[in-house]
């Protein structure tokens, strides 16, 4: 099945400066990656998604860019704000017929010192 | 309903009891997916229906977790002979269906077993 890692864990940034979160997964079928963004005790929202055809997407100060090749995609968060402290986890979903099932990367607590 | 319906928001039982969790999905969403978020993990896929009809329930745990689901709607999670290491935020999610990747999240249920 799918894997997905993500990697950092924890960062910390000053607002204002970037965030670069970054992916890899396994499956080389995978053709949809979203990213979901967890507030402290609430629940995962959808923020942004790329699918394998492209190669970014960007929303305001967000971003993604995949490299299918390599198999690994990556988040943006430019000019960064204390209220995009969260956690982020990236996804990716199998491209095999009947697919369905997004695997999440373990996430990352992201936390903008202002 | 407006969002994604679970209860109750928590649940705190004894070992070996078990449990029932509820899951509401948004109207006319006809795919409904099951989560299970530990602290400090990622999102583990448990198991996911279309309609009533679970294609996989592979992503269960063990033989004591069980999922309906009836007239298309509402799911039950359910968890007999509950463990320590069942202790989880369980989170239910539903989208348009299996094609439209976009999931909404509920809040969750917290989970402890004493």
């Known amino acids: 099945g799918e894997n997905v890692e993500q990697h950092p864990s924890t960062l910390s940034v000053q607002e204002g400066d970037s965030a670069v979160i970054k992916c890899t997964y396994s499956d080389s079928a995978s053709n949809y990656f979203p990213w979901y963004k967890q507030e402290l005790g609430k629940r995962p929202q959808l923020i942004i998604d790329?699918?394998?055809?492209?190669g970014e997407k960007k929303d305001q100060r967000i971003a993604v860019t995949l490299n299918k090749t390599a198999k690994h995609f990556s988040l943006h968060i430019t000019e960064t704000q204390p209220e995009d402290s969260a956690v982020y986890f990236c996804?990716?979903?199998?491209?095999?017929?009947?697919?369905?099932?997004?695997?999440f990367g373990k996430g990352t607590k992201l936390s903008v010192i202002p | 309903g407006a969002g994604v319906s679970q209860s109750p928001s928590n649940k705190v039982t004894e070992k070996g009891k078990d449990v029932e969790l509820r899951c509401d999905p948004i109207s006319g969403h006809t795919a409904l997916y099951w989560y299970r978020q530990s602290l400090g993990q990622g999102l583990e896929f448990l198991i996911y229906?279309?309609?009533?009809?679970?294609?996989?329930k592979s992503g269960l745990p063990s033989d004591r977790f069980s999922a309906e689901r009836t007239g298309g709607s509402v799911s039950t999670l359910t968890i007999q002979r509950t463990q320590q290491e069942d202790s989880a935020v369980y989170l239910c999610?539903?989208?348009?269906?299996?094609?439209?990747?976009?999931?909404?999240f509920g809040s969750g249920t917290q989970l402890s077993v004493l």
């Open positions: 999610a539903s989208s348009l269906g299996w094609a439209n990747e976009k999931l909404f």
């Open positions: 790329i699918r394998s055809n492209v």
């Open positions: 229906f279309q309609g009533n009809s679970a294609p996989d």
């Open positions: 996804a990716a979903r199998g491209g095999g017929a009947g697919s369905y099932q997004l695997t």
